[in-house]
């Protein structure tokens, strides 16, 4: 398997401009989350699926971000507008078991997207 | 409010010496996770700890859990500088899907 996919690897836009991630989760796997990562806030968890239904979002910080999971082979993270504070590395990230307490719980990552925005 | 705290942030250490990382958590958790992540790189799953007591191991890393404590530990044996890299511990909220991840542990092994 190719593992977790995201595109693109890298983007940089200018503040204002409308930012779409892709992610395409291991087949098979019936959880997906999108994380961001940054020096000072670490890792934050922006949403879940589970069988494709968003189940919190809680953790997406303002109106202008938005997730959506189509079916269980695609998900897109939209910004917009992007702002400058929205620069940050955002991971994808799929899992078979999780929520099942097994120790084959685990989380696969996506290689990121690292987004800058100017 | 869960909150995981780990130490040492930053470890620089030469090869062949042993070392642990600690992650500390604030509040009672059935699930604690280990993870790796090499620098510009994704993370990459090492361990999952489930129950106090609990001990795993794989080559030269061996993490354990102390759920009275609140405390597991990521011990580094004989280090070689392949292990470079920074390690990140996370707890279960309890909601069955939310981490709380700690800020990471970068340790740098020198020849």
């Known amino acids: 398997d190719a593992g977790v996919i995201q595109s693109p690897r890298h983007e940089v836009t200018e503040m204002g401009q409308e930012v779409t991630l892709r992610c395409k989760p291991i087949s098979g796997h019936n959880s997906l989350f999108w994380y961001r990562q940054t020096m000072m806030r670490g890792l934050e968890l922006l949403i879940y699926f589970n069988n494709n239904v968003p189940i919190d979002d809680s953790g997406m910080p303002e109106d202008r971000f938005s997730a959506k999971m189509p079916n269980a082979s695609f998900s897109t993270l939209k910004i917009q507008p992007s702002e400058p504070r929205d620069s940050a590395v955002y991971f994808c990230?799929?899992?078979?078991?999780?929520?099942?307490?097994?120790?084959?719980?685990?989380?696969?990552f996506g290689s990121g997207t690292q987004l800058s925005v100017l | 409010e869960l909150k995981v705290e780990q130490n040492p942030l930053f470890l620089s250490m030469q090869e062949g010496k042993n070392y642990t990382i600690y992650c500390n958590y604030s509040?009672?958790?059935?699930?604690l996770y280990w993870y790796r992540q090499d620098p510009g790189k994704s993370l990459e799953s090492l361990f999952v700890?489930?129950?106090n007591g609990a001990v795993k191991q794989e080559g030269r890393l061996m993490a354990s859990l102390d759920t009275k404590a609140r405390l597991s530990t990521l011990h580094i044996t004989a280090a070689v500088h392949d292990l470079s890299a920074t390690y990140f511990c996370a707890v279960d909220r309890d909601s069955n899907y939310q981490l709380i991840w700690g800020a990471g542990t970068k340790l740098i092994i020198k020849p």
């Open positions: 700890l489930l129950s």
């Open positions: 509040t009672t958790s059935d699930r």
């Open positions: 990230a799929s899992s078979p078991l999780w929520g099942r307490k097994t120790t084959n719980e685990k989380l696969f």
